[in-house]
T-cell receptor
Framework: EDQVTQSPEALRLQEGESSSLNCSYTVSGLRGLFWYRQDPGKGPEFLFTLYSAGEEKEKERLKATLTKKESFLHITAPKPEDSATYLCAVQALETDKLIFGTGTRLQVFP | DAGVTQSPTHLIKTRGQHVTLRCSPISGHKSVSWYQQVLGQGPQFIFQYYEKEERGRGNFPDRFSARQFPNYSSELNVNALLLGDSALYLC??????????????FGNGTRLTVT
């Protein structure tokens, strides 16, 4: 069964304190792994798609990496505006649906 | 550019009632998907439509149904509401055909409360 597990569930960081979020997955043939950011009361906002092991993508203070079993979202020198829930999702080859993890709730304090 | 728009933003219904949620995709997007997000959980797939045809269905009861119109907008219908149907209902659109490399872009959802 296709599955996504995210850790930690919650993370509190001081402004400027870099860290990483983990997304472990099992899927019967990966078509893509997606990272989304979700603010309270809003829909998920697309950040990255990764397609193959070894691929990396960056956007401002965020960098996503992918291996055959997991993905990391690295946050460098975070700011309070980076506070949000970060969702990871996988898409299998034979389907279009996204299978989401439960997310990591990130809080960055000044 | 307008993103995915959903209406209404909030809705309160009583058990046993019926509800219709509406979604307009990003201009040019032909694929629409519906997801249910319970508080504290990730979104769960309900339906996907492409070119007005159902292309995928998640593990939800037959009380849930949907359709896509010629202008690519979509409706999600839920009959005989249960307390457990209370959730944020998200609509997402994508540019590509099924099985293509095309990310989903989500609206801000409809918050449904069943009392």
């Amino acid at each position: 069964e296709d599955q996504v597990t995210q850790s930690p569930e919650a993370l509190r960081l001081q402004e400027g304190e870099s860290s990483s979020l983990n997304c472990s997955y099992t899927v019967s043939g990966l078509r893509g792994l997606f990272w989304y950011r979700q603010d309270p009361g809003k829909g998920p906002e697309f950040l990255f798609t990764l397609y193959s092991a070894g691929e990396e993508k960056e956007k401002e203070r965020l960098k996503a990496t992918l291996t055959k079993k997991e993905s990391f979202l690295h946050i460098t020198a975070p700011k309070p505006e980076d506070s949000a829930t970060y969702l990871c999702a996988v898409q299998a080859l034979e389907t279009d649906k996204l299978i989401f993890g439960t997310g990591t709730r990130l809080q960055v304090f000044p | 550019d307008a993103g995915v728009t959903q209406s209404p933003t909030h809705l309160i219904k009583t058990r046993g009632q019926h509800v219709t949620l509406r979604c307009s995709p990003i201009s040019g997007h032909k694929s629409v998907s519906w997801y249910q997000q319970v508080l504290g959980q990730g979104p769960q797939f309900i339906f996907q439509y492409y070119e007005k045809e159902e292309r995928g269905r998640g593990n939800f009861p037959d009380r849930f149904s949907a359709r896509q119109f010629p202008n690519y907008s979509s409706e999600l219908n839920v009959n005989a509401l249960l307390l457990g149907d209370s959730a944020l209902y998200l609509c997402a659109s994508s540019l590509g055909q099924p099985r293509a490399h095309s990310p989903l872009h989500f609206g801000n959802g409809t918050r449904l409360t069943v009392t």
